[in-house]
């Protein structure tokens, strides 16, 4: 794991950081970073997350040893948009909503799929401008998470 991001709401305005490893040698530091940052809050909002980021993080967390404390409360998004749009959508995935939902699409992103390769290039060759559209994407994956998530709370048009 090689980037996280986090948004909260401070009261004033929402919050977002991404938490970065400049090299593997970084990835504990992120985790305790994370984990640290996770700590404050009683809920969790993911996209996904109880079948792959909590389990993942939880996975990595203990392969370098950092204690991983998330909040009890997990709420996952994906599980909901789908019982809200499945019948609306061709399929509810997230870039799917930002679209449909957040009537917005994605312009300057990476595929999924590539970033792996772009970080490893990265840490081979150092060249951090290779970077700037998988920070874009995980940017673009943290606020529409929020937006859907202020969908879901908006009662459904019958």
């Avoid at 909040?71 to 449909?100: G, V």
């Avoid at 970033?115 to 290039?121: A, E």
Wanted: glycine content about 6%; aromatic content about 10%.
């Amino acid at each position: 794991m090689f980037l996280a991001g986090t948004m909260h709401w401070n009261g004033e305005d929402f919050v977002l950081r991404q938490y970065f490893a400049r090299h593997y040698g970084e990835e504990a530091a992120l985790l305790a970073a994370v984990s640290e940052q996770a700590r404050a809050f009683e809920a969790l909002v993911t996209f996904n997350g109880k079948s792959y980021d909590a389990p993942f993080l939880a996975a990595r967390a203990l392969t370098h040893g950092v204690e991983l404390k998330l909040p009890r409360h997990h709420l996952d998004l994906l599980h909901h948009a789908r019982r809200r749009w499945r019948t609306d959508m061709p399929d509810c995935r997230l870039t799917t909503l930002e679209w449909r939902v957040c009537r917005r699409r994605r312009v300057g992103d990476v595929p999924g799929d590539q970033i792996p390769g772009l970080y490893h290039d990265y840490v081979r060759n150092g060249d951090p401008w290779r970077l700037v559209p998988v920070f874009h994407h995980n940017l673009l994956d943290v606020t529409t998470m929020a937006d859907v998530l202020h969908a879901l709370c908006v009662p459904a048009r019958n």
